[in-house]
């Protein structure tokens, strides 16, 4: 009796969504924030005055580029077919090279602890890297051109693609994988017949969603000499003659918006 007096003499109790320290935690994240904002504002020097006349001369530009120069349609489309040929190229060069590592990044495939520790270590060194980088250092070595664009596009999928792959096989059922074993089926046929069948549908989405990633990434790998679209879009631009550069932009929209649909329909078929 004393214990319910006590307790209805206490008052209602009053119900916190967080306790204290996950709210004093939260209000630090917060000014942090709020801090690296300002002080990032402050380090990019941002002056007004160009922001002022940024929508007429935003409009001006659009003014420059219509009507578009139906003459430089020709160049632009043998610029694109290359843009595709590396994009596929280097995809392809990408996947023969991160089958085999993503095969010794899994653990479950190889349970070799310097080979998932070299595997991982490859991934990591081609993802940190970006594509235009890679372009620059192959312009370097082979010259200007599509090959150096191909295998900066190669290198820089290999992490991605051979991360994702080395990830669907480590979550595949080790049930059939057992059974197999069991039967005495060997490592290849162990690979063929119990883990190809559970991550084939992940391979083929990650191909074709890093294809349709290299294609939109090897449009701009020409603006550092290393082949295809960009470099019709460079030379435009070097000589100012936006009529040219509305062309490219809108092929390169346009070759966008065409692989997205390619891609949707082929995962729709293999999934």
Not at 16 to 39: E, G, H, S, Y
Not at 59 to 83: C, I, K, N
Not at 143 to 154: F, K, R, Y
Not at 194 to 206: D, E, M, N
């Amino acid at each position: 009796m004393s214990v319910a007096l006590a307790s209805a003499s206490a008052g209602p109790r009053r119900w916190q969504r967080f306790p204290l320290w996950k709210r004093l935690a939260r209000l630090a994240f917060t000014l942090c924030a709020v801090a690296a904002f300002v002080a990032s504002l402050r380090t990019i020097e941002v002056i007004p005055e160009f922001l002022y006349d940024a929508p007429d001369q935003l409009a001006d530009l659009f003014g420059r580029m219509w009507p578009m120069d139906a003459g430089y349609v020709g160049p632009t489309l043998r610029a694109l077919v290359e843009t595709l040929h590396i994009a596929t190229l280097g995809t392809l060069i990408a996947i023969a090279i991160a089958v085999p590592i993503g095969l010794m990044a899994a653990r479950n495939v190889t349970p070799n602890r310097a080979l998932n520790l070299f595997a991982k270590f490859v991934f990591v060194t081609s993802r940190s890297v970006n594509s235009l980088v890679w372009a620059l250092l192959f312009v370097a070595v082979f010259g200007p051109g599509p090959l150096a664009g191909t295998l900066a596009i190669a290198l820089r999928s290999v992490g991605f693609t051979g991360k994702l792959f080395a990830e669907a096989l480590e979550e595949a059922n080790r049930g059939s994988i057992e059974a197999l074993q069991a039967a005495g089926a060997g490592r290849m046929s162990t690979l063929l017949l119990g883990y190809w069948p559970q991550v084939k549908p992940a391979f083929w989405s990650i191909a074709l969603f890093r294809w349709d990633i290299n294609i939109r990434e090897s449009a701009v790998l020409g603006l550092v000499g290393a082949g295809g679209i960009g470099v019709a879009l460079d030379t435009a631009l070097n000589l100012l003659y936006w009529d040219q550069v509305a062309v490219v932009l809108a092929a390169i929209f346009g070759v966008v918006i065409l692989a997205e649909i390619v891609v949707t329909a082929l995962r729709a078929r293999t999934l």
